[in-house]
């Protein structure tokens, strides 16, 4: 297990419709798993001293050993809520790292880096765009919790950012549609 400096919380988003999947899209099958599992088991790698797990009020995903299953009732309205859900049911963490449950490949050491980054830390993406996962201090929760909407963190004033970019860019793909799925079950 993958030990981190500080006491940090993961935050696994997963209370989106899935709409442009036709729904189901985090239950559905990628060889042998269920999706959203893919990323609480990279998760479930690193000692993080809570693990939560945001969902929708009908959702029918239950948490897993070590997870605290917390119901976004505003998930209808998009990430920033759930952002924000999430962070607020953190106790007693120093930092959090912010994952989504339909990126399948992030790795357990992805997350430690980003963790390890000393600061509000984001997933660099192509062209040098932060995204998620990303990690955020203390300091930066009462900006989380004030999230609504489609409002992500990337829209937070939060100074100075690390970017970090993972080892292999697969590692940040995420799975929208039914043929996204399709064509990562198929890739080796």
Known sequence: MRRLEKKTAAVLLAAGRGERFGGGKLTADLRGRRLW?????????????????????ESALRARPGWMKVENSDAATGMGSSIATGVAAVSACKQVVIMLADMPFVTPDH???????????????????????????RSAFA??????????????????????????????????????????????
């Open 37 to 57: 599992e893919w990323a609480a088991e990279a998760a479930e790698a690193i000692d993080f001293a809570e693990r939560i797990l945001v969902v929708a009020p």
């Open 111 to 137: 997350l430690a880096r980003l963790a390890g980054a000393g600061g509000p830390a984001f997933s660099s993406y192509e062209g040098g765009m932060p995204g998620c996962p990303a990690a955020f201090p």
């Open 143 to 188: 900006q989380l919790r004030g999230l609504k909407g489609e409002r992500g963190a990337r829209s937070l004033e939060l100074g100075e950012i690390s970017l970090i970019s993972p080892s292999d860019g697969r590692e940040l793909a995420d799975i929208d549609t039914v043929r996204d799925l399709e064509k990562l079950a198929s890739d080796t």
